[in-house]
């Protein structure tokens, strides 16, 4: 069966904003299949005729020779911009690369890698739990949902994302394992975006800059349960919803997690009195965003109010009575 003529023109130049991502512009009746093949390629739509490739390993200049070369190969008619091609011929590396016994060409694999888990993380094939500051790298734990399901323990960030040699079986293992090497520097999610990631993220979403000037609404006045039990409430908050997974990696430890991968709720079993912090709540802006300053995840505060109305909270109990913060502020006091 004959293939449709490639009748398709396609520009590469920089991006004026964000250097050195690139910019592919499709001109002609078969630009539908250019953009098709520049998507599998790492390219991400921005509008009817532009594609972006924006990486962290800042290697956009090099994958962009890349699909222009393939482009060519199908039969499509491509142009580089000057400036694009200088960038294409010019050899260049990472100053103070922690890694210098490695070769371009390895340095090059190595920020493929954190690319792909960079990209996993993002597109949601990969969870991360818990991350932590070790002191000299961001560490996390997470797990892969598609594919071979595995655990993972990861270390690095931007271009020297990596993936630790130690594997485990399940989840509880590879987040009790975690815990134990990082301890009070756990917290909950990922870590929030880099300021390359949150660039990179920008530009192939197309949200323009976050204003400075923001006008503040007035604080609203916190939700407040009624007197009960820690243990009753926990059940009621998640038991019946669905989009929350809970698991409970430690006997004085149940952490919940909501589907859309942006809400962390951890609950300490151990806390007995009003000045315990029995809860904690982290609020993340997308699967590997920064984390907010208020919780735009309504769900929880509905559910709490529901489940406070309820009988099955109605016992008071003060031997059980603690506080809810989220980054310091009173959410839910019972």
């Known amino acids: 069966m004959p293939y449709a003529p490639a009748d398709a023109h396609i520009r590469f130049t920089l991006h004026p904003d964000l250097h050195p991502a690139v910019i592919a512009t499709t001109y002609g009746p078969t630009s539908d299949a250019a953009r098709s093949h520049l998507h599998d390629l790492g390219f991400r739509s921005t ?15 090099y994958y962009a020779g890349l699909a222009a070369e393939q482009l060519r190969r199908y039969g499509f008619t491509t142009e580089i911009a000057p400036a694009l091609q200088e960038e ?15 070769t371009r060409d390895e340095i090059r694999e190595v920020g493929a890698e954190a690319q792909r888990i960079h990209d996993d993380i993002a597109e949601g094939r990969l969870t991360i739990h818990l991350h932590a500051d070790d002191g000299q790298n961001t560490v996390a734990v997470g797990s892969y949902a598609t594919s071979v399901r ?14 630790t040699d130690t594997a485990f079986n399940t989840e509880a293992e590879a987040v009790a394992e975690f815990h134990r090497l990082y301890s009070v520097a756990v917290r909950p999610g990922p870590a929030p975006l880099t300021d390359l990631e949150q660039a990179v993220r920008q530009l192939l979403s197309g949200t323009p800059p976050a204003t400075t000037e923001q006008t503040s609404a007035p604080a609203a006045e916190p939700p407040v349960a009624g007197p009960g039990e820690h243990e009753a409430f926990l059940a009621a908050l998640f038991d019946e919803e669905r989009q929350w997974e809970k ?19 951890e609950f300490d079993h151990e806390a007995r009195h009003r000045s315990d912090v029995a809860w904690a709540i982290a609020e993340y802006d997308g699967p590997v965003g920064e ?24 016992r008071s109990d003060r031997r059980h009575r603690g506080r809810v913060h989220l980054r310091g502020q009173r959410l839910l006091e019972l």
Request: include cysteine; charged fraction near 25%.
């Open 47 to 61: 509008g009817p005729t532009t594609m972006v490739l924006a990486r962290i390993d800042r290697e956009e200049p």
């Open 88 to 102: 294409i011929d010019t050899e260049w590396t990472w100053a103070n690369y922690p890694m210098p016994w490695c």
């Open 150 to 163: 595995r655990h993972v323990h990861l270390h690095g960030e931007n271009h020297l994302w990596q993936e």
């Open 247 to 265: 698991y409970r990696p430690f006997d004085e430890t149940t952490i919940a997690c909501h589907e859309s991968l942006s809400t962390r709720v």
């Open 291 to 314: 984390r907010v300053d208020a919780v735009r995840q309504e769900g929880i505060v509905v559910t709490a109010r529901r489940s406070a109305a309820t009988s099955r909270l109605g």
